[in-house]
């Protein structure tokens, strides 16, 4: 409604042009999205580097050299060559020592020692990152409305990733043992890929603005989102069955291609009792498993792919591309790594790119969601 005007206006003076208001999207608190989004970046890049650096420190065989856990005052390494000392009696005392490595010395249990240490202290400095980016936007009331449930999500994963691990290394501590169990590594690197696959989707979600989400999220390609939903599911699962073949070195075990001992299926497949004790413990059973859902999530992701490539959004069909073209390589890399016996250079990197794939799949699903729009020149 106009408002009132002077009895003195003069006839066919132009009142002002009202100044455009906001929607009730933009009235909201938008926060500062760009900052959170840096900071969890770097969150990102760090979380990264910490599954690499925690795939280093399992092929070193580093991860049982540090037999308690002191998250406070494990901080500090040790500063003495007494309190060198008492660590290394503390490690010779494990199973570890006695059955792979009497004998060592105190130098070579530095080496494996700094391993464990870096990776503990990384997790470390994830968390202070989280405390100090969480904690630093909620008081200056910076989180965008909706954000801070999501936000203090990811601290509480990340907390509990640190008692998994501690949960992890307790199991190689048992008498008998010589690393940890296979299936509390899996655990402890699927929470490692949710935590990642989390951070990636809300950066994927900052870098847009709200009211472009809610516009883009009415041409959403339903069928394709679906079946990327599906794809995420499986390759997560794959990721959990190649942390079963790394935690017994399942993957040394067999080293011919596409053969496993020169037939189809590798020999006594069923030797342990019980049975489900094959699918965790039994490297030929192990291994064949993860190389089965391998041959299959490629099919799966050639069908995605396909029906990628039938999106009307240039955005959306070079995001499933790029997971394809990543999927190859990755099974690429896996088949080098078994042939060659697993040297660390060719296991490290295929952890890394399955990262990349991993990132690469979840880009692919938002955008199937939210798919970016484009000039008809464009199309």
Sequence with gaps: MAGKRSIFE?????????????????????????????????????VVAMIVVGGL???????????????VTGALPPMSETQWQS????????PQYELLNKGMSLDEFRRIYWW?????????????????GFFGFLAARQIPRGWSGRLLLLGALGGAQGVIGWWMVASGLAEGMIAVASYRLATHLGLAFAILGLIAWHVFALGREERELMQARRGREDRLFGLSTGLMHFAFVQILLGALVAGIDAGRSYTDWPLMAGGFLPPDMMALQPWWRNLFENPGTVQFI?????????????VVWLRGRRSAHGATRGAFSAVFAVLLLQMLLGIMTVL?????????????VAVVLWVLILRARFLSLYPRAQ???GG
């Design 87 to 94: 660590e290394f009696d503390r490690y010779r005392a494990s």
């Design 290 to 302: 993860h190389r089965m859902s391998g041959y299959l999530l490629f099919v799966f992701t050639a």
């Design 10 to 46: 003069e006839v066919g003076a132009r009142a002002p042009n009202p100044v455009p208001q906001g929607g009730v999207i933009d009235a909201g608190r938008r926060g500062a999205r760009r900052g959170i989004r840096l900071w969890l970046m770097v969150l990102f890049a760090l």
């Design 375 to 377: 000039s008809i020149r």
């Design 340 to 352: 060659y016996i697993a040297p660390w250079q060719l296991a490290i990197a295929h952890q890394f």
């Design 116 to 132: 464990e240490w870096g990776h503990r202290q990384l997790g470390r400095v994830i968390g202070l990152v989280w405390a100090l």
């Design 57 to 71: 420190t399992r092929l070193t065989d580093s991860g049982l050299s540090i037999t308690e856990w002191r998250p």
